[in-house]
T-cell receptor, first 112, second 111 residues
Framework: DPKIIQKPKYLVAVTGSEKILICEQYLGHNAMYWYRQSAKKPLEFMFSYSYQKLMDNQTASSRFQPQSSKKNHLDLQITALKPDDSATYFC???????????FGKGTRLTVV | QQKVQQSPESLIVPEGGMASLNCTSSDRNVDYFWWYRQHSGKSPKMLMSIFSNGEKEEGRFTVHLNKASLHTSLHIRDSQPSDSALYLCAASRNSNNRIFFGDGTQLVVKP
């Protein structure tokens, strides 16, 4: 029974398009994160949120925008998609910052 | 810039053998270390955490931490084929919300 739900599981997008990756967690956690993993780069920290506030952004490009409409919800909007954005995007959460991080199953994005 | 270096990149051990994995942070302000395991096609799951100097054991898994050298190691005794996975070391500071991961050690346990 997954406690961190990511949708969709797989996504194919055309270069230049825009997509939104969905994440909801039902662990009652206060901190949420986005990570990205590809063959070229290992598990890469992107964003962290705590109590729905953006705490840290390690993504250089403004094409990546997290959106938190509810405490247990953290979506990731990606605009002007490039083939280099192809990766598995993991949503994660923890009770508080610097406690055990739990990962969702990931969304595998392929940009063609 | 917070960085975590892991070695070796890959490791092959026989079933029943001992696997030893290393991790060093280049960030002198790191406070916490974690070890995660990621099976192929799956998401990472935390194995163990260590925050203070010394050793911590849980079943077949032992972690060591030397805060002075910012080095942690994970040892798996009596390795099983099901232990074959990517082992990720992670570190973070108390002062921020970033948990940085190393590139990982790919462990293969051969029957």
């Amino acid at each position: 029974d997954p406690k961190i739900i990511q949708k969709p599981k797989y996504l194919v997008a055309v270069t230049g398009s825009e997509k939104i990756l969905i994440c909801e967690q039902y662990l009652g956690h206060n901190a949420m994160y986005w990570y990205r993993q590809s063959a070229k780069k290992p598990l890469e920290f992107m964003f962290s949120y705590s109590y729905q506030k953006l705490m840290d952004n390690q993504t250089a490009s403004s094409r990546f925008q997290p959106q938190s409409s509810k405490k247990n919800h953290l979506d990731l909007q990606i605009t002007a998609l490039k083939p280099d954005d192809s990766a598995t995007y993991f949503c994660a959460s923890s009770q508080e910052p610097n406690t055990e991080v739990f990962f969702g199953k990931g969304t595998r994005l392929t940009v063609v | 810039q917070q960085k975590v270096q892991q070695s070796p990149e890959s490791l092959i051990v026989p079933e029943g053998g001992m696997a030893s994995l290393n991790c060093t942070s280049s960030d002198r302000n790191v406070d916490y270390f974690w070890w995660y395991r990621q099976h192929s096609g799956k998401s990472p799951k935390m194995l163990m955490s260590i925050f203070s100097n010394g050793e911590k054991e849980e079943g077949r898994f032992t972690v060591h931490l030397n805060k002075a050298s910012l080095h942690t190691s994970l040892h798996i005794r009596d390795s099983q084929p099901s232990d074959s996975a990517l082992y990720l070391c992670a570190a973070s500071r108390n002062s921020n919300n970033r948990i940085f991961f190393g590139d990982g050690t790919q462990l293969v346990v051969k029957p």
